[in-house]
């Protein structure tokens, strides 16, 4: 099956500084790629749309400044957690389909962020 | 707005079935998702229905969707140690891509 890959899988971050977390389809383009966070023993809540060569759709209550999604090509979406806090920790998810219109979502194996 | 609803944990014992049950609350869903999640991990992604399909199978995964009811199960028979981790269903709508919205999980323990 296709494959996303998201780097890195885990990361530790000093509060204040900026983290970018990269999710890569390696086998097929995505015109479109979702962010997902997961708070511990929580379900995934959709964070953004991120579309190629346009402005991402944030969801309500997620800050755009704090979060920045840049999906420059068909195969790469990066998001930014800016100014990280400690609340700010969480598991975060991509996820990518493929421009066919195959309704699979695949998904990326997460980051896992700390902010101490 | 849409509504995944899962009960949150299911205990069962080696060899015998596993059910996950699951509610969803919008009719104009297309495809309802299985996904597994274990510790520290992604989502891998089990099975999936189209919405106009009563029944999947496959291996040891039954997929039971009632459309009328909105009710969505998960049996995974001969239930392995290994297959202890989180289940969560997830439903995508029509014109919405890939986009999913997620139940809340169900962990499921396998005892020996």
């Known amino acids: 099956g296709a494959v996303v890959s998201q780097h890195p899988s885990w990361v530790i971050c000093k509060s204040g500084t900026s983290v970018k977390i990269e999710c890569r389809s390696l086998?097929?383009?995505?015109?479109?790629m979702f962010w997902y966070r997961q708070f511990p023993k929580q379900s995934l809540m959709l964070m953004a749309t991120?579309?190629?060569?346009?402005?991402?759709?944030?969801e309500q209550g997620v800050e755009k400044d704090k979060f920045l999604i840049n999906h420059a090509s068909l195969t790469l979406s990066t998001l930014t957690v800016t100014s990280a806090h400690p609340e700010d920790s969480s598991f975060y998810i991509c996820?990518?389909?493929?421009?066919?219109?195959?309704?699979?979502?695949?998904f990326g194996q997460g980051t896992r962020l700390t902010v101490v | 707005g849409e509504d995944v609803e899962q009960s949150l944990f299911l205990s069962v014992r080696e060899g015998d079935s596993s059910v996950i049950n699951c509610t969803y609350t919008?009719?104009?869903?297309?495809?309802l998702y299985w996904y597994k999640q274990e510790p520290g991990a992604g989502l891998q992604l089990l099975t999936y229905?189209?919405?106009?399909?009563d029944m999947k199978q496959d291996q040891r995964l039954t997929v039971l969707l009632n459309k009328k009811d909105k009710h969505l199960s998960l049996r995974i028979a001969d239930t392995q140690t290994g297959d202890s981790a989180i289940y969560f269903c997830?439903?995508?709508?029509?014109?919405?891509?890939?986009?999913?919205?997620f139940g809340g999980g169900t962990r499921l323990m396998v005892k020996p």
């Open positions: 229905i189209f919405s106009n399909m």
């Open positions: 996820s990518a389909g493929a421009v066919d219109g195959n309704t699979e979502a695949f």
């Open positions: 919008d009719s104009s869903s297309t495809y």
């Open positions: 997830a439903e995508s709508m029509e014109n919405a891509g890939n986009m999913l919205t």
């Open positions: 991120s579309n190629e060569g346009s402005k991402a759709t944030y």
């Open positions: 086998d097929f383009q995505a015109t479109t």
